[in-house]
């Protein structure tokens, strides 16, 4: 099932990809965190960034167990609808949660900040990644530098 809620993904189906994931529930195929994440990443691909926010608190009251990706791709849902703001609460969550946080985690959060001007908040979350143990990436480093591009 979960290959094909990701094939799903990328074929642009998402209505598709839920209709699985809610078929699941009434057989015994078991929806677990990589079920959540690619029906996640189906929704945010697709722009559905509050469908993609109300299955990853699904996720979370089940308690499935998130990873970075359930995150991260919940974060893009966010950015997709240039609601950084949002982007950064759940990057907060991820910092007090117990999952290990890695530069993919930390560039999805920039991405969201960068791409409505929120140059100074890119930069620090830059800035947080030592702090974090995470070494900074080239997409890190891209993302800071496209957010100061895009700053008047």
């Given at each position: 099932?979960?290959?094909?809620?990701?094939?799903?993904?990328?074929?642009?189906?998402?209505?598709?990809?839920?209709?699985?994931?809610?078929?699941?529930?009434?057989?015994?195929a078991?929806?677990?965190?990589?079920?959540?994440?690619?029906?996640?990443?189906?929704?945010?691909t697709?722009?559905r960034?509050?469908?993609?926010?109300?299955?990853?608190?699904?996720?979370?009251?089940n308690?499935?167990?998130?990873?970075?990706?359930?995150?991260s791709?919940?974060m893009?849902?966010?950015?997709?609808?240039?609601?950084?703001?949002?982007?950064?609460?759940?990057?907060?969550?991820?910092?007090?949660?117990?999952?290990?946080i890695?530069?993919?985690?930390?560039?999805?959060?920039?991405?969201?900040?960068?791409?409505?001007?929120e140059?100074?908040?890119t930069?620090?979350?830059?800035?947080?990644?030592p702090?974090?143990?995470?070494?900074?990436?080239?997409?890190?480093?891209?993302?800071a530098?496209?957010?100061?591009?895009?700053?008047?």
């Amino acid at each position: 099932c979960n290959a094909a809620i990701s094939a799903c993904e990328k074929g642009g189906e998402w209505h598709k990809a839920l209709q699985i994931f809610s078929a699941m529930a009434s057989c015994t195929a078991q929806r677990d965190m990589l079920t959540y994440n690619a029906v996640i990443s189906a929704l945010s691909t697709a722009g559905r960034w509050e469908k993609a926010l109300q299955l990853f608190s699904v996720m979370l009251q089940n308690q499935v167990g998130a990873d970075v990706i359930s995150y991260s791709a919940t974060m893009s849902a966010c950015e997709k609808a240039d609601d950084w703001q949002r982007s950064l609460q759940v990057f907060s969550m991820l910092m007090r949660s117990e999952v290990e946080i890695d530069a993919i985690g930390f560039s999805t959060a920039m991405n969201a900040c960068g791409t409505r001007g929120e140059w100074g908040k890119t930069l620090q979350l830059l800035s947080e990644m030592p702090q974090s143990m995470v070494e900074a990436t080239r997409r890190n480093f891209g993302a800071a530098m496209r957010s100061c591009q895009t700053h008047d």
